[in-house]
């Protein structure tokens, strides 16, 4: 049986500036930015482009001056627009593919909180439940079952920090170095995350281009098969509680807690791989908890030993799994919905050996993921490098 994504490769992936404020951009102009870097890098013509996905599809369809492009209008972000680019493909569609995403001018009430996870809905604002406690709910939980520690919530912290840290392009570049006992020292925002466990916000632009084998054969850089993907979703993010024992209409569903684990089995399966067999794990790191868990949801370690799992080095870059390599969203960029792509974006670089810093010598598997338990949804793709 032919695997469902043999006719897809990701060419190219380029990210624009990234900053705490890019003055005199808007979330559409950063896009476009992004979408022509990644054709100017790869040296694919405009007029070669027949589809576009992810943000601003028609906008930059127009001002790309494209004549009868396909765009998509589900609105899927980060992962879930590359799987829909990726079917596309497969089912012949189209040929060359845009994914983009920008985020840009969301700051102008310079509010502490990120302003597109301050949810409108009554039962949740009403509450001051914003996203820092959302996902301190679930990591609560977690140490409650399992005895997980803020120590080693801190280890994750410190580590993805540091990764930004040696990172020119981060927005946090030359921030650190930072240490676990740092991460435990900064204030309290929703206990358990203190102030380095979190995310930053900052904004920029991101996208990916998507062809066949045959034509990125002939562009500059190594081609990025996508192995296996799918995306788990409980509800809407953003709008309701959290909790932890959420579960769905199924009985043999994982709860909330676990959400990404069928996602994961469906990607490993899909790719005939086993967690053993990643080399790189871009995980989306919200939340130094939300890479304890992912490791649990998915397979690396069973329930309860994530805390242990990360300790000693092993997600550190030399160890077996080295986490978020580019500095994540607690470091690199926490732009609106580039920072969902940026996860695949990275994936991409390391499997093409492009990393200016933190590259993962002979990587061939690499594991991104976005979302967690907090905002109800985790979606997985499995990437390999064309040998």
């Not at 509800?235 to 959400?259: E, F």
């Amino acid at each position: 049986m032919s695997h469902p994504y043999e006719r897809v490769m990701i060419a190219g992936a380029f990210n624009t500036q990234q900053a705490r404020r890019l003055p005199g951009h808007t979330s559409a102009t950063i896009a476009l930015e992004a979408a022509q870097g990644v054709l100017t890098e790869v040296g694919v013509p405009v007029d070669e482009v027949d589809a576009i996905f992810g943000d601003f599809c028609g906008e930059i369809a127009y001002q790309l001056g494209l004549p009868a492009v396909s765009i998509s209008g589900s609105g899927s972000k980060g992962i879930a627009a590359v799987l829909e680019a990726a079917q596309a493909i497969a089912a012949r569609a189209c040929d060359v593919a845009l994914v983009v995403a920008g985020g840009a001018g969301h700051y102008a009430d310079r509010e502490a909180t990120a302003p597109w996870t301050r949810p409108a809905n009554e039962w949740v604002a009403s509450f001051g439940l914003i996203t820092a406690a959302e996902f301190a709910l679930i990591a609560r939980r977690h140490m409650a079952m399992y005895g997980t520690t803020p120590e080693q919530m801190a280890v994750v912290a410190a580590t993805i920090r540091n990764n930004g840290h040696v990172n020119p392009e981060a927005v946090y570049y030359g921030r650190g170095p930072f240490t676990a006992e740092d991460v435990l020292a900064s204030r309290m925002i929703a206990d358990p995350f203190r102030l380095l466990d979190c995310a930053t916000t900052s904004e920029g632009g991101c996208a990916l281009l998507m062809t066949t084998p045959e034509r990125a054969a002939d562009l500059p850089y190594p081609g990025v098969r996508i192995l296996g993907g799918n995306t788990d979703r409980m509800g809407p993010l953003y709008q309701y509680p959290p909790a932890w024992d959420l579960t769905a209409a199924r009985v043999d569903a994982p709860p909330n807690g676990y959400v990404g684990r069928r996602a994961a089995q469906h990607a490993f399966k899909t790719a005939g791989l086993r967690p053993q067999d990643v080399d790189v794990c871009e995980f989306y790191d919200p939340f130094s908890f939300e890479i304890i868990r992912q490791f649990e949801a998915f397979g690396f370690c069973a329930e309860g030993e994530g805390g242990e799992f990360v300790m000693n080095g092993r997600i550190a870059l030399g160890g077996e799994y080295p986490i978020t390599t580019d500095g994540g969203t607690m470091s690199y960029s926490h732009a609106r919905t580039p920072q969902l792509l940026q996860r695949v974006a990275r994936g991409v670089h390391q499997l093409q050996g492009r990393c200016a810093t933190n590259q993962v010598e002979g990587a061939e598997v690499a594991m991104c993921s976005n979302g967690g338990a907090g905002a109800l949804f985790t979606d997985v793709i499995l990437l390999g490098r064309e040998l």
